[in-house]
C-alpha cells in the first residue's frame, strides 16, 4: 500500500486482506503513522460497538420463514424461479412494446405539430 487507503484498512482491521495484499498494508503501517492512528481508531470503535451495541435477536417469523426456505424442495425453487423469469421477460417485452408505440406515437405526432406551427 504505497499511499493511505483508508478502505483497505477497515479491510485490514476486520482481517480480510491475505497474502500480498495484507504484507503490503502492514509494511505501509509500519511506515505512516497517520493510519497506524486511523485503524487505531476503527479497532476501538469495533471494540466499543462489541460491547454497547445491543443485540437484536431476530424475529420470529424470520426464523420461520427461512427454515420454511430451507426445507422447500429443489423443483418448488426451481418453479419460483421460472415463474419470476418469464415474469421479468414479459415485462420487458411489454415495456419495449410500449416504448416502441410511444416512439411511433411521437413521429407520428411530428407533422401534425409542424403543420399547426406553419398555420399559426
Ligand atoms: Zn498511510
Same mark, same amino acid.
Given at each position: 500500500?504505497?499511499?493511505?487507503?483508508?478502505?483497505?484498512?477497515? *479491510?485490514?482491521?476486520?482481517?480480510?486482506?491475505?497474502?500480498?495484499?495484507?504484507?503490503?498494508?502492514?509494511?505501509?503501517? +509500519?511506515?505512516? !503513522?497517520?493510519?497506524?492512528?486511523?485503524? +487505531?481508531?476503527?479497532?476501538?470503535?469495533?471494540? $466499543?460497538?462489541?460491547?454497547?451495541?445491543?443485540?437484536?435477536?431476530?424475529?420470529?417469523?424470520? *426464523? #420461520?420463514?427461512?427454515?420454511?426456505?430451507?426445507?422447500?424442495?429443489?423443483? +418448488?425453487?426451481? +418453479?419460483?424461479? !421460472?415463474?419470476?423469469?418469464? *415474469?421479468?421477460?414479459?415485462? $420487458?417485452?411489454? #415495456?419495449?412494446?410500449?416504448?416502441?408505440? *410511444?416512439? #411511433?406515437? !411521437?413521429?407520428?405526432?411530428?407533422?401534425?405539430?409542424?403543420?399547426?406551427?406553419?398555420?399559426?
Amino acid at each position: 500500500m504505497q499511499l493511505c487507503n483508508l478502505q483497505r484498512l477497515d *479491510a485490514f482491521a476486520d482481517g480480510e486482506l491475505h497474502g500480498p495484499l495484507r504484507s503490503e498494508c502492514e509494511q505501509h503501517l +509500519a511506515e505512516c !503513522a497517520l493510519c497506524r492512528a486511523e485503524l +487505531a481508531e476503527i479497532l476501538a470503535l469495533r471494540d $466499543f460497538l462489541i460491547v454497547n451495541a445491543p443485540a437484536v435477536p431476530p424475529s420470529i417469523s424470520l *426464523a #420461520g420463514r427461512v427454515r420454511e426456505r430451507i426445507a422447500q424442495p429443489w423443483w +418448488a425453487r426451481a +418453479a419460483a424461479a !421460472a415463474i419470476l423469469l418469464v *415474469a421479468l421477460s414479459s415485462g $420487458f417485452e411489454a #415495456g419495449r412494446k410500449l416504448a416502441e408505440r *410511444a416512439s #411511433g406515437a !411521437a413521429t407520428d405526432l411530428l407533422p401534425t405539430e409542424m403543420g399547426d406551427i406553419h398555420v399559426r
